[in-house]
């Protein structure tokens, strides 16, 4: 019994040194793909009632010469704690914006449409974070109302009055502000009224059992009802099927974004597939 307890202990103690070398990995490799750009975005459509585009979320997209296609939700948690985020964060702006600013030059992109762009809230947070999108803007000449930015409720438990504050400075830049994720987090729906916020997006949770899940529903419905009220707007992610559409066309939902759609493609194939074969 001692014996196979030290063996345990061995394996164990073997087992946290492969999770910290691999997280050591990670890192390193981060820092060497965040230094030499080794990322990608792709974008994914956002459409209205009528099935008509009306922007695309961007999503970032990192390849590793031995891994292969790495998760955002598995280094993206990683770039925060390290603070790789913020330079990472920058590229996601600039990149963006560099592509949409060609898609206009080449009358591929509307101007009524937005481009759905992710902040970490530790990225929010920073005092560099407002003039970083002011320069981002200038410098691409993209009209900010072609901009979205999806940002998450919990980046309110923070410091409300701040992040309030830093709020209104990027809605009078003419930039949009969505709240990504939404019911999942902690915000209480007292600052929702407080919040200068264009779109909740309903988080992929809630679509995912809406036909099967009766208080799931009732949650959608709720919040297309309470946004309604409100005035802001609301889209429906993660639909995945015809029966999603189906129903939150049925409980009119107003805008929507799912694999029923469309995957996230590299910017060519985004317009080989929504806006070439899809003229507005
Ligand atoms: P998110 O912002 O909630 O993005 C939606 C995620 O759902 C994306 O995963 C998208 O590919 C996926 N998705 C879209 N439609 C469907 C669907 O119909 N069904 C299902 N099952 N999934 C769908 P992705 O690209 O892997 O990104 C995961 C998360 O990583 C994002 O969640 C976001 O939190 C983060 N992320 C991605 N790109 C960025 C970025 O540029 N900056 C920051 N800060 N975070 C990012
Ligand atoms: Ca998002
Ligand atoms: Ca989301
Ligand atoms: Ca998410």
Request: glycine share 6%; aromatic share 10%; net charge negative.
């Given at each position: 019994?001692?014996?196979?307890?030290?063996?345990?202990?061995?394996?164990?103690r073997a087992e946290m040194q492969?999770?910290?070398?691999?997280?050591?990995?990670?890192?390193?490799?981060?820092?060497?793909?965040?230094?030499?750009?080794?990322?990608?975005?792709?974008?994914?459509?956002?459409?209205?009632?009528?099935?008509?585009?009306?922007?695309?979320?961007?999503?970032?997209?990192?390849?590793?010469?031995?891994?292969?296609?790495?998760?955002?939700?598995?280094?993206?948690?990683?770039?925060?704690?390290?603070?790789?985020?913020?330079?990472?964060?920058?590229?996601?702006?600039?990149?963006?914006?560099?592509?949409?600013?060609?898609?206009?030059?080449?009358?591929?992109?509307?101007?009524?449409?937005?481009?759905?762009?992710?902040?970490?809230?530790?990225?929010?947070?920073?005092?560099?974070?407002?003039?970083?999108?002011?320069?981002?803007?200038?410098?691409?000449?993209?009209?900010?109302?072609?901009?979205?930015?999806?940002?998450?409720?919990?980046?309110?438990?923070?410091?409300?009055?701040?992040?309030?504050?830093?709020?209104?400075?990027?809605?009078?830049?003419?930039?949009?502000?969505?709240?990504?994720?939404?019911?999942?987090?902690?915000?209480?729906?007292k600052y929702l009224k407080l919040?200068?916020?264009?779109?909740?997006?309903?988080?992929?949770?809630?679509?995912?059992?809406?036909?099967?899940?009766?208080?799931?529903?009732?949650?959608?419905?709720?919040?297309?009802?309470?946004?309604?009220?409100?005035?802001?707007?609301?889209?429906?992610?993660?639909?995945?099927?015809?029966?999603?559409?189906?129903?939150?066309?049925?409980?009119?939902?107003?805008?929507?974004?799912?694999?029923?759609?469309?995957?996230?493609?590299?910017?060519?194939?985004?317009?080989?597939?929504?806006?070439?074969?899809?003229?507005?």
């Open positions: 019994a001692k014996e196979s307890g030290r063996n345990t202990f061995a394996i164990y492969a999770v910290s070398d691999a997280r050591l990995v990670m890192e390193k490799a981060l820092h060497h793909a965040t230094e030499f750009k080794l990322f990608e975005l792709y974008y994914q459509p956002q459409s209205d009632d009528k099935n008509e585009l009306i922007g695309a979320e961007a999503l970032i997209r990192w390849k590793d010469g031995e891994k292969g296609f790495i998760s955002p939700a598995e280094f993206i948690p990683v770039a925060e704690e390290i603070g790789l985020i913020v330079e990472i964060g920058q590229w996601v702006m600039d990149e963006a914006l560099s592509q949409v600013a060609r898609w206009i030059k080449e009358g591929k992109w509307q101007p009524c449409w937005r481009i759905s762009i992710n902040v970490s809230p530790v990225q929010f947070q920073q005092t560099g974070f407002l003039p970083m999108v002011k320069a981002q803007l200038d410098k691409h000449d993209v009209p900010a109302s072609c901009v979205d930015l999806e940002i998450t409720e919990n980046m309110l438990l923070n410091d409300l009055a701040a992040s309030l504050k830093k709020m209104h400075d990027i809605k009078a830049l003419g930039v949009h502000l969505s709240i990504d994720d939404f019911g999942t987090g902690y915000s209480s729906l919040l200068p916020i264009d779109r909740l997006k309903i988080d992929q949770s809630f679509v995912r059992d809406l036909l099967e899940d009766k208080s799931d529903e009732a949650i959608v419905l709720a919040v297309i009802a309470m946004a309604k009220a409100l005035g802001i707007g609301v889209i429906a992610e993660g639909v995945e099927t015809w029966s999603h559409h189906d129903r939150l066309r049925e409980i009119n939902c107003v805008f929507y974004q799912g694999y029923y759609y469309g995957r996230p493609l590299p910017p060519a194939e985004f317009i080989t597939a929504f806006v070439d074969n899809h003229p507005v």
